[in-house]
């Protein structure tokens, strides 16, 4: 599956229920950044906590990702990526592979809380991508 996944600043759960509501979406799904596991080495901030980690909803026959990203992690024009939902997590290594030459990795490949595999990465045209495993 390929998704578009929007990166906003605090605004991300206004922004599903305003496509919920203009496009009947179904299949809503929110993870909270409170969710995910404590990282003592980068603590968040409390107005955080309730922020969207990752959001997914069906639209207009398509899923649509959504988070929210503190601070110049996301600026105008770059706020929306590819995500690859791949089944098997050698298809997430070999697409990371492919896609980090000439490009710039953001997270290594590797097994996360919520997926077997993921990788953010940069490609040489300037295109984000996230791939894992779905």
Not at 19 to 25: D, I
Request: glycine share 8%; net charge negative; aromatic share 10%.
């Amino acid at each position: 599956m390929l998704a578009p996944f929007l990166h906003l600043h605090g605004q991300a759960e206004e922004a599903m229920t305003l496509y919920e509501q203009a496009f009947g979406a179904v299949d809503k799904v929110i993870s909270r950044f409170k969710d995910a596991p404590p990282n003592p080495g980068h603590p968040l901030p409390e107005e955080m906590q309730e922020w969207v980690l990752h959001g997914e909803l069906t639209l207009l026959g398509s899923r649509l990702l959504v988070s929210d990203s503190p601070d110049g992690e996301s600026r105008p024009g770059e706020r929306i990526t590819l995500a690859a939902v791949l089944e098997d997590p050698q298809d997430v290594e070999r697409a990371f592979e492919l896609l980090k030459v000439g490009g710039d990795v953001f997270t290594a490949l590797a097994p996360m809380f919520f997926t077997q595999m993921f990788c953010a990465v940069k490609d040489r045209f300037g295109v984000t991508w996230h791939v894992y495993c779905g």
